[in-house]
């Protein structure tokens, strides 16, 4: 699986939306992009996957560039509760055992 | 509902001791998983099974073993404990392995070994 790179913390002001980097340049086309987030203390969630086009569910939003290489999660309204680690993954077609490997994260504070 | 539960919550526990950490999901998936968080908070995974098949990383000593009872339980036994078995362990269960699944994870047991 290709390796993820994503800034250790990030701020973002109540109400409005926070924009999330990852940049995974060795992407390969048989491999999705996943987001988690971990809030402390708790087991971590899922939040949105995509393979090129542009996602949208009722947590967020994932933005993926045109050569892959690099996306963006957005939450459109953050709110104190976004507070937390949020992890991007990527993981192939092929992954034996469909496990999941977790990089740093980045630690996104949500500010009243 | 719980969808996946672990027990217990805490444990803590002298080295060298042998210790069993339980999961269970009540949501009909066929793969669960074990995962690793430290104390610096990288998370990590440990094995992944379905009743056919067990992937272990390669990093996770064989002192640590997974037990499945049935397609809803998959318990994490550790054999002759060690200081750096102490972080918090998370089971998690996915539907199936293929294209996609979002794995759903428990609360967590944070060990402590003394």
């Known amino acids: 699986d290709a390796k993820t790179t994503q800034p250790p913390s990030m701020d973002c002001a109540e109400g409005r939306a926070a924009n999330l980097p990852c940049n995974h340049s060795t992407i390969s086309g048989n491999e999705y992009v996943y987001w988690y987030r971990q809030i402390h203390s708790q087991g971590p969630q899922y939040i949105i996957h995509?393979?090129?086009n542009n996602e949208t569910n009722e947590m967020a939003s994932l933005i993926i560039t045109e050569d892959r290489k690099s996306s963006t999660l957005i939450l459109p309204h953050a709110t104190l509760r976004d507070t937390a680690v949020y992890y991007c993954?990527?993981?192939?077609?092929?992954?034996?055992?469909?496990?999941?490997?977790f990089g740093g994260g980045t630690r996104l504070m949500v500010k009243p | 509902d719980t969808a996946v539960s672990q027990t217990p919550k805490y444990l803590v526990t002298q080295m060298g001791n042998d210790k069993s950490i339980k999961c269970e999901q009540n949501?009909?998936?066929?793969?669960m998983y074990w995962y690793k968080q430290d104390s610096k908070k990288f998370l990590k995974i440990m094995f992944s099974y379905n009743n056919k098949e067990l992937i272990i990383n390669e990093t996770v000593p064989n002192r640590f073993s997974p037990k499945s009872p049935d397609k809803a339980h998959l318990n994490l036994h550790i054999n002759s404990l060690e200081l750096g078995d102490s972080a918090v362990y998370f089971c998690?269960?996915?539907?199936?392995?293929?294209?996609?699944?979002?794995?759903?994870f428990g609360p967590g047991t944070r060990l402590t070994v003394l």
């Open positions: 995509g393979l090129k």
């Open positions: 998690a269960s996915s539907q199936e392995r293929g294209v996609w699944n979002e794995q759903f």
């Open positions: 993954i990527v993981r192939g077609i092929n992954n034996a055992g469909n496990m999941l490997t």
């Open positions: 949501l009909g998936h066929d793969t």
